[in-house]
């Protein structure tokens, strides 16, 4: 491996090898559903994937997804000022624009962009995520180079069941939600969910001195978000349905000493129609027709000249065949996605997109030998692209697991990069990206251990160039090669009532043209954390920390390393009543994720939750 990894280094990363955990990882009775598009045991799942459980996210009081997600390994986070702001998620190095983010299967993301808007999801509409790392192209089309997250939302069966929280925290932070979930039971069962949120805060200024855009006011904001989802079962193995989330959140951010309070207003919403058949015991059949739009209205001033607005909408029909055979498991599957882009700013983005696909894979167990397969073409304005992958398992004993895989991918590129003014090229095409990666589980002793490392190599990578090949300033082009390397170590344990976990990530993410350090983007960092249960009363601890990292593709503005102490406890009043206390960052560090913008100092929040455990 071509990244340093000193004796200090490796001897932490060792001692508290981790990305996994008790409460953020998976049991061999777990459930994943994203790594092959339908439901498989963790037990056979060749990609490295991490599950963050509804207790998780419930211990996480207020706050956004990304909070969440940052604590996991391989993940790392930029942000422009508080949780509402415009928010940057890397995964093992690759950039936003180069993960997928499904919310119950469902594409979300902009267009323009071409990330996800994270600082719009809910997080109180969660009930788990799931991260699948590495390419996944073959599964899910453009843009999965650094790997898939599929967030899933609160449903339920059974009875019916009513829960609802409120809590309050530093920068006049306030959080409310509320939800109900059940079925009717019955050969015409009817399976229903609905919860809605909101939550609100006066914030702390986005920028500091040394901005340009620097004012002391404070950037607060708020977020509103409803949800729902509702299924009949037509007859057995037969039932359709219809889910929705809506989210908006209007953030302020420092726009200079104005006295117009610039804000945006983002929305996320994703809305999908769906049947689902067995047609034979060996024949499972899917049909999933969505949308989804994320709207961003950005306001400097009240004259037209002060308002932009950028609308993606993205709309998925979806049908995917698995049949059983042998025991073994065959998908087929065929897709239709069109993207349109409408903005009243900028009219040259006002442009639609359209890709036609078809994938297969096949997986297989013989008693210790595990094989995974897939193909996939995508045929679109830029042409035909076909990607793949190959993933094998080796289970040397019941304690002791070896895989190993290799995949192609590719990015496509953003409408920005392709039609903005003064800066896209109808000439650039998409990335790509060839990811080869081995890893191991081994139990000892009671500990789970965990090692996986990865090199995946991007060619075609589209930066912002000076002078521009075909005219005067810069532009989007196709010039660079870039390396993600690294090696995640993992492990936890349970001893009596003590629940221990760690990670560590070292990487080398690397412009190869350049020879620069990827922006906002650390070489080593580290998470540990211990959960202590006594009767009713859980407490817990989490040490996150980071290296170094540079705000520029040039390496010139040096953002330092920091560690973050956070402190949390639940009391389980009763059966159905708790209480939640979290400090974060308690030592009150001060650090930046991005160059000259804020992050919060130390914070506490305490809520309380009705609901049947």
């Known amino acids: 491996m071509s990244f340093p990894v000193s004796r200090q280094a490796a001897a932490l990363s060792l001692a508290f090898a981790a990305a996994a955990s008790a409460h953020a990882d998976t049991t061999p009775d777990t459930v994943i559903v994203t790594a092959n598009r339908t439901p498989q045991r963790a037990q056979d799942v060749i990609p490295d994937t991490v599950v963050i ?11 956004s997804v990304a909070d969440v997600l940052r604590r996991q390994r391989g993940i790392e986070i930029a942000r422009n000022g508080g949780a509402g702001t415009n928010t940057t998620v890397f995964l093992r190095g690759a950039n936003s624009n180069q993960v997928v983010v499904l919310v119950d299967g469902v594409r979300i993301g902009s ?26 192209s073959s599964l899910y089309g453009a843009d999965a180079i650094g790997g898939v997250v599929q967030i899933f939302t609160k449903k339920s069966q059974g009875a019916p069941m009513f829960s609802a929280s409120a809590g309050g925290g530093t920068y006049g932070t306030n959080q409310y939600d509320a939800s109900v979930h059940g079925s009717t039971g019955g050969e015409h069962s009817v399976t229903y969910a609905l919860s809605g949120a909101r939550e609100e805060s006066d914030g702390f200024s986005s ?12 950037d607060g904001y708020t977020r509103n978000s409803v949800n729902a989802r509702i299924a009949l079962r037509l007859a057995e193995g037969h039932e359709i349905g219809a889910q929705f989330l809506q989210s908006r959140v209007n953030a302020q951010y420092d726009s200079g000493k104005s006295a117009f309070d610039a804000h945006n207003l983002q929305e996320v919403d994703s809305y999908a129609v769906f049947l689902n058949d067995r047609f034979l015991p060996n024949w499972r059949s899917s049909v999933q027709v969505a949308r989804s739009e994320d709207k961003l209205g950005s306001f400097t001033s009240t004259a037209a000249s002060g308002i932009s607005q950028l609308n993606t909408r993205q709309d998925e029909l979806t049908w995917q065949n698995t049949f059983d055979v042998g025991g073994d498991t065959l998908q087929v599957l065929a897709g239709h996605r069109k993207e349109k882009v409408l903005s009243s700013s900028v009219k040259d983005i006002n442009r639609t997109r ?12 013989r008693g210790s030998h595990l094989l995974d397969v897939s193909a996939r073409n995508d045929h679109s304005e830029y042409g035909s692209k076909t990607t793949g992958a190959l993933g094998y398992g080796y289970e040397f004993t019941k304690d002791l697991r070896a895989t190993a895989s290799y995949g192609t991918s590719f990015r496509a590129p953003t409408f920005n990069e392709l039609y903005y003014p003064g800066y896209g090229l109808t000439s650039n095409h998409p990335e790509r990206g060839r990811n080869a990666e081995a890893g191991v589980q081994y139990r000892v002793a009671g500990v789970d251990l965990q090692a996986n490392y990865y090199r ?14 075909s005219r005067t300033g810069s532009c989007a082009y196709n010039v660079d090669h870039a390396l993600l390397e690294g090696l995640t170590l993992a492990a936890d344990t349970h001893i009596g009532n003590l629940d221990l976990r760690a990670s560590a990530d070292l990487q080398d ?18 998470s540990v954390a211990a959960d202590y249960t006594a009767g009713p009363v859980e407490t817990g601890v989490e040490l996150q920390a980071s290296g170094r990292r540079f705000d520029d593709a040039a390496n010139a503005n040096r953002l330092g390393g920091y560690g973050l102490l956070n402190l949390y406890t639940t009391w389980h009043m009763t059966r159905d009543w708790s209480l939640l206390v979290r400090l974060d960052n308690a030592a009150d560090k001060h650090y930046e994720l991005a160059r000259n913008y804020g992050t919060a100092g130390r914070t506490w929040f305490a809520g309380i939750r009705y609901g049947v455990r």
Request: net charge neutral; with cysteine.
């Open 53 to 63: 459980t509804s207790e998780e996210i419930a211990r996480a009081g207020a706050g």
């Open 354 to 365: 359209i890709t036609n696909s078809i994938a297969a894979s096949y997986d297989l167990r």
């Open 456 to 469: 995946n190599r991007l060619t075609d990578m589209i930066v912002s160039v000076t002078p521009c090949p």
């Open 509 to 526: 993410p690397r412009d190869e043209t350049t020879g620069k350090q990827l922006a906002r983007r650390a070489r080593r960092h580290a």
């Open 207 to 218: 920028t500091r001195p040394g901005s340009s855009s620097y004012n002391p006011d404070d």
């Open 111 to 136: 267009a323009t962009t071409g990330a996800a808007s994270w600082n719009a999801i809910p997080l109180s509409a969660i009930d788990h995520i799931e991260i699948v790392y590495g390419p996944l």
